[in-house]
């Protein structure tokens, strides 16, 4: 970073450092302008696109005026380069992954399929009629009304399935996945639904699903957590306050953009989220609109890389809460350590409190209300889940860059 401010103004003098200075206050306002976007309605929040659309388009036309965009590509180069070989700096040796041992093909699979997860992908990639194939039951979850999945489960269960598959999206994968654990039974996890983070860390092919019945033949097992939030399972996390309250919107399903963007002003200026209060082991935080339970901790370090997670087996909750009451902590958000916005903890149960009776949650992204006080807990390595032998693996989570290790590297310390 300091190398490309510094071709800049070594090439152009002081005209290179009024462009350094430039390029931070068009930065600056590009994040004010996204920030007055999401937190403002009616003409300021229009007013806060058009500045942060201006400010690139300043920048851009400045140093093209200058006559120093061949320095500037070169700076932006040397930046990105500076960027990765920080990152190489600190990129340690992977964590290995969960141990998998070798298991029997199931006698009598059960599986349950939802139609409409993922925009159709179970009768796109023909899954029923693959899954019936190679021997198993399968269950559509096309109504009427709506369907106890977790009723169907115990029913295969009680019939002699020794195996119990769930295609459709992280919430209905939950469900599932409790019956299963508590029968010890393994799970067939297929990547039918739409962001299918829980498949995602168990390194499973999201692009093809049907390449998870190879499970039913060539199969391997892993033991993971479960964690479990007012009695009920999740395989991936809860979410209190901010989020919770706009999947909890009946429009949510239908467009979760504008929701979204319909939402976050009074979210954001505290108008509509709860104060929450965490405690997790002997640590307390007070006074949070936003938190996050997850099964297992998030890697990342990032927030922007949600279901990201190296191993799903370590007997811990990730429990993140976080303050959006103002623009700095609401952009601090994208950060585990932007600002003080963003407390990260773990630990084996957690506890969400509130001045309210009842709260919503969004469960694997599914909207409940829960009543308060909340408590979170994990089940060590409770759920055995079925996996096909050949499958892309887990992807590297992109270390973030600590500046003050890499500094004291650097030096040699």
């Not at 930046?79 to 093909?105: C, N, Q």
């Not at 499973?204 to 033949?217: E, G, H, I, M, S």
């Not at 809460?321 to 990260?344: E, H, M, Q, W």
């Not at 084996?348 to 001045?355: K, L, M, P, S, T």
Request: net charge positive; charged share 20%; hydrophobic share 50%.
């Amino acid at each position: 970073m300091i190398a490309s401010g510094a071709v800049i103004v070594g090439s152009a003098g002081l005209i290179g450092l009024t462009l350094v200075v430039v390029g931070l206050i068009g930065a600056s306002a590009t994040l004010a302008g996204g920030y007055w976007f999401l937190a403002r309605r009616g003409v300021l929040r229009w007013i806060g696109a058009a500045l942060a659309v201006l400010a690139i388009v300043f920048v851009v036309v400045y140093f093209a005026t200058s006559e120093v965009i061949a320095v500037a590509l070169v700076s932006l180069g040397i930046l990105a380069l500076g960027g990765w070989a920080a990152r190489s700096a600190l990129r340690h040796t992977a964590e290995p992954w969960m141990p998998a041992f070798e298991v029997p093909p199931p006698r009598r699979a059960f599986i349950v399929m939802n139609p409409r997860s993922g925009g159709g992908k179970v009768a796109r990639f023909d899954l029923k009629n693959k899954a019936e194939a190679l021997g198993a039951e399968v269950v559509l979850l096309d109504g009427p009304g709506q369907i106890d999945v977790a009723a169907l489960a115990r029913d295969a269960v009680s019939r002699g399935a020794d195996l119990l598959g769930v295609a459709g999206g992280d919430g209905t994968q939950a469900l599932v996945a409790g019956i299963a654990a508590d029968h010890d039974l393994p799970l067939l996890v297929i990547s039918a639904g739409t962001r299918n983070h829980f498949a995602l860390d168990l390194g499973l092919d999201r692009d093809d699903p049907a390449t998870c019945l190879n499970a039913l033949t060539d199969g391997v097992e892993v033991r993971t957590d479960l964690g479990m939030i007012a009695g009920r399972p999740f395989v991936n996390n809860a979410s209190f306050g901010a989020y919770a309250e706009i999947v909890q919107s009946p429009e949510y399903r239908d467009n979760k953009e504008r929701t979204m963007l319909t939402m976050l002003p009074d979210l954001l200026s505290g108008q509509r989220a709860a104060h929450l209060r965490v405690r997790a082991g002997k640590a307390t935080v007070r006074d949070v609109q936003a938190v996050l339970v997850s099964n297992n901790p998030y890697g990342s370090g990032r927030l922007l890389e949600m279901g990201r997670r190296t191993r799903l087996d370590q007997g811990e909750l990730g429990i993140v809460a976080g303050r959006l009451d103002s623009a700095t902590r609401a952009i601090g958000l994208l950060r585990l350590n932007g600002g003080g916005s963003l407390t990260a903890m773990t630990g084996r149960d957690a506890v969400i409190d509130a001045d309210e009776p009842a709260i919503p949650v969004g469960i694997d992204g599914e909207a409940v209300s829960v009543p308060t006080p909340v408590l979170c807990t994990i089940r060590p390595q409770a759920l055995r889940v079925r996996l096909p032998r050949d499958r892309p693996g887990v992807p590297a989570p992109r270390p973030r860059i600590d500046w003050k290790r890499l500094i004291l590297a650097a030096l040699g310390r």
